[in-house]
């Protein structure tokens, strides 16, 4: 059974899960404990190389199917290389994105069903869900205003399509509150890294004494 700390950021394009998720393992890692910071997709060889296909604007056209298959086959790979080893040793493992990105980018975004999609990936990682998500909550336009002149695949569908993934992300935290921390991502940088600090530290506090 997995004894460390799992911890992943979700929320829509633009949101700073990066910033965010960098700050906490920065943090952690000063506290003296063990972080793996890792990224979805990728986080290993194999994963990566398959973020380079979801991802890169040259494969414009993915069937939405074959898109959500290989965002779970990366799952898979980083889950059982990866995040798994490190939790069984005791590491915190930070991630930026999992499974709820899937479910709301290809189960909402795409159409293709949450409950679907969830499912696919729930079988990819044998059900290994984080202790906490944190939902940096982004307004649509605001977050798509924040990305570069380059913006990847996913990042350069039309707002409609991100209004949604958003929207998505809310329900899914509305559903499972215990999980779930919600803050506003218009917020000082300092101060979300603060908060989220704060829970993870009261959660190691937790994990200790049991």
């Known amino acids: 059974m997995a004894s460390g700390l799992f911890v992943a950021f979700e929320g829509g394009d ?34 990566e190389a398959i ?15 074959a898109e959500a298959l ?16 490190a939790l069984e040793r005791g590491a915190v493992v930070v991630t930026d994105r999992y499974i709820d990105s899937s479910i709301a980018y290809q189960g909402v975004g795409r159409g293709l069903g949450p409950d679907v999609v969830g499912e696919i990936n729930l079988w990819a990682t044998r059900a290994l ?32 399509f991100h209004a949604s ?12 509150p215990d999980r779930y921390l919600v803050i506003p991502a218009s917020g000082d940088v ?8 704060a829970r993870v530290e009261a959660l190691l506090v937790e994990r200790g004494a049991r």
């Open 14 to 47: 633009g949101a700073g899960k990066s910033t965010q998720a960098r700050a906490l393992a920065d943090a952690l890692r000063a506290a003296g404990h063990e972080v793996v910071l890792t990224r979805e997709p990728g986080g290993t060889p194999a994963a």
């Open 51 to 65: 973020r380079h296909v979801v991802l890169t604007p040259q494969f414009a056209g993915l069937d939405d199917r």
């Open 70 to 85: 290989l965002y779970a086959a990366s799952r898979a790979e980083h889950v059982a290389r990866l995040v798994r080893p």
């Open 129 to 160: 869900l984080p202790d906490l998500t944190v939902l940096l909550d982004v307004d649509a336009g605001a977050g798509l205003a924040r990305i570069g002149s380059e913006p990847d695949r996913l990042e350069a569908e039309p707002e409609e």
């Open 165 to 176: 993934v958003v929207a998505a992300f809310d329900a899914l935290a509305a559903g499972d």
């Open 190 to 197: 300092d101060e979300i890294a603060a908060a989220v600090l």
